[in-house]
């Protein structure tokens, strides 16, 4: 026991060993099932504590230790078992509850997972950690309400600790309550000036209320504070290109293009900026771009998913403008599309695989958030095809119809007002 209290887990295995030689002991083969584990030895350490569970098949501590063991594998159907018998055996066992809450996340049943940790900070409870941790995996969840209770009592445990009004910011934001959530992002930039994971959250409830100059300022502030990542330029710089500030994003996307050229978000942004410039072939270019990264990445995110879909159309709405036809890239695109998924009804569109009423049919379904973005989105991108092939009074009905619809921060609305200013400049005409 001194050996394992001491981190020399060599030694204690080859004690616990000599005991084990004279009797056997449960005790000695929990603690020689910890030493491996210590060294990075699950097998092993999996046989030692079946070897207890032999002894004494009530084991909780024997249980919750091969838990563990089957967890550094990655068998987290057999840990799960092991934690629930522990904890049939005996149901306050914090560390089976630790043990299960690792498990659980691993398995992303996150809302359970939360559940086990906040019973653990209930019974540590002046350790605001433990609450936070509960908090994140609610959030996770987006159980946002029991997330902002368990962060409301890490709070009330470490009241200067920034990530906690943080990560409760966030999660009144995904409620809908951009003003809870600028209240705690300002009370943990008070208590730390220079925490930017605060100016980065703040920076996007602001764009979400449509608060873009406070936005573009505290993206400004990441510049300082993070001098060598590119991030903040190109947010900043998708910022400004929205506000019409097209020079000043012109120099950001620059900067972040010196300091990351071939960052996917950059890539992204900048190929909407080429768009409006009327810089067509520079869209493709950067679309391209992104679209060889992409394929050669190891795995997706869920965001990378959904940004090709938009990559694709845009791309396409560039060929449009230069009169390329590029029906045999989307079509061989949208093959490793999901076709189920919004926006793809609107690249089968593009290829007359459907028609427009077939098309507003599909922007129509979903809960009321979800439709009016998809009806932001088919107003945006069927005008701008609709203004690209000469349909001017098409194009200015279906702008108008999203322009009414488009939240504030959602992309297709700078395409929109833009497309409006430049068929204001045209003659009208009257189409078929």
Not at 46 to 54: D, F, K, R, V
Not at 258 to 269: C, E, F, I, M
Request: glycine letters at 6%.
């Amino acid at each position: 026991m001194q050996a394992l209290h001491a981190d020399n887990y060599a030694d204690a295995i080859a004690d616990f060993t000599e005991v084990l030689a004279l009797r056997r002991s449960t005790a000695a083969l929990i603690n020689r099932g910890f030493a491996y584990r210590q060294l990075g030895d699950p097998k092993t350490a999996i046989a030692s504590y079946t070897a207890a569970l032999e002894n004494n098949p009530r084991s909780a501590d024997a249980l919750v230790g091969r838990a563990n063991a089957y967890a550094m594998l990655g068998k987290y159907n057999s840990a799960l078992a092991d934690c629930d018998s522990a904890l049939s055996i005996q149901p306050d066992k914090t560390d089976a509850h630790t043990a299960r809450g690792y498990v659980l996340a691993s398995l992303k049943e996150f809302e359970r997972a939360g559940d086990d940790y906040l019973f653990v900070a209930r019974q540590q409870s002046t350790i605001a950690d433990a609450y936070r941790l509960a908090g994140d995996l609610y959030a996770r969840a987006r159980r946002y309400d029991k997330a902002i209770a368990a962060y409301n009592e890490a709070i009330g445990l470490a009241p200067t600790q920034t990530r906690s009004y943080g990560m409760r910011a966030r999660a009144f934001s995904a409620l809908h309550n951009p003003t809870a959530a600028l209240a705690d992002f300002a009370i943990a930039l008070r208590i730390d000036p220079t925490d930017a994971d605060a100016y980065w959250g703040r920076g996007m409830v602001f764009e979400q209320t449509g608060n873009n100059q406070a936005a573009a300022s505290d993206y400004e502030a990441l510049e300082h504070l993070m001098p060598n990542s590119n991030r903040p330029h190109v947010y900043r710089a998708d910022l400004l290109a929205r506000m019409g500030r097209d020079e000043e994003a012109r120099q950001e996307y620059a900067i972040a293009d010196q300091l990351a050229p071939n960052d996917t978000k950059l890539l992204y942004g900048r190929l909407q900026f080429h768009f409006y410039q009327g810089e067509y072939a520079a869209a493709i270019s950067d679309a391209d771009a992104w679209l060889r990264i992409e394929s050669s990445a190891t795995t997706q995110s869920a965001y990378d998913q959904q940004a090709l879909f938009y990559v694709l159309i845009w791309r396409h709405l560039a060929a449009q403008r230069l009169g390329v036809d590029d029906d045999a890239e989307l079509t061989q695109a949208a093959k490793h599309l999901d076709h189920k998924q919004w926006p793809y009804p609107l690249i089968a569109f593009y290829l007359g695989r459907i028609d427009e009423t077939q098309l507003r049919a599909f922007a129509a379904m979903g809960d009321a958030p979800t439709i009016q973005g998809q009806q932001c989105e088919l107003g945006a991108y069927v005008g701008e095809s609709a203004a690209a092939r000469g349909l001017e009074d098409v194009a200015k009905r279906d702008f108008t119809e999203a322009l009414h619809v488009c939240p504030v921060d959602f992309i297709e609305r700078s395409l929109v007002s833009r497309g409006l200013e430049k068929l204001d400049t045209l003659p009208v005409r009257n189409q078929q």
